[in-house]
């Protein structure tokens, strides 16, 4: 059975990100953490973001947080509290990547899972509470000549 995930990793992280999950994973993992995010919506990219479903084991090795917007005062702002947090199983990922072909050790899986936002809300919903942006590429421009001209 399939959780609900938003993944964020800064930039940083995203080539070992990417390798772990498409190691321990398989193909179903292949292609995380392509879109790019920025505070401006504009390159470079700062972080990348995968949402979607993943399996409750992958989950499991993953560090979760648990978000809650409060404001207590309605004429003082509001701010994002962490409500929960679990930091994963860097030691159990290391040991399932290696054994698996991938060369990583606990400490780099703890340095990145660090670095990593990773809850069950909408992928907008994270974004805002980051204040990231995708980063939308910029439509490609045609440069071949119209087939009528000659």
């Not at 917007?69 to 930091?87: L, R, V």
């Not at 780099?108 to 590429?137: F, K, N």
Request: glycine share 8%.
């Amino acid at each position: 059975m399939d959780v609900m995930r938003t993944i964020i990793v800064t930039a940083e992280e995203a080539p070992l990100a990417r390798l772990v999950c498409s190691t321990l994973g398989g193909l179903p993992y292949e292609g995380m953490f392509e879109i790019g995010l920025s505070p401006t919506g504009d390159e470079p990219a700062t972080h990348y973001i995968s949402s979607g479903g993943v399996s409750e084991n992958f989950a499991k090795l993953a560090p979760f947080s648990v978000w809650s917007w409060q404001q207590p005062n309605p004429d003082q702002p509001g701010q994002w509290w962490e409500t929960e947090y679990s930091p994963g199983y860097p030691q159990i990922t290391a040991e399932r990547c290696v054994e698996a072909g991938l060369e990583v050790t606990p400490e780099a899986i703890e340095y990145m899972y660090a670095a990593s936002d990773v809850t069950d809300e909408p992928w907008q919903t994270a974004l805002a509470r980051l204040g990231l942006q995708r980063i939308i590429p910029p439509e490609p421009v045609d440069t071949s000549a119209p087939a009528d001209a000659a």
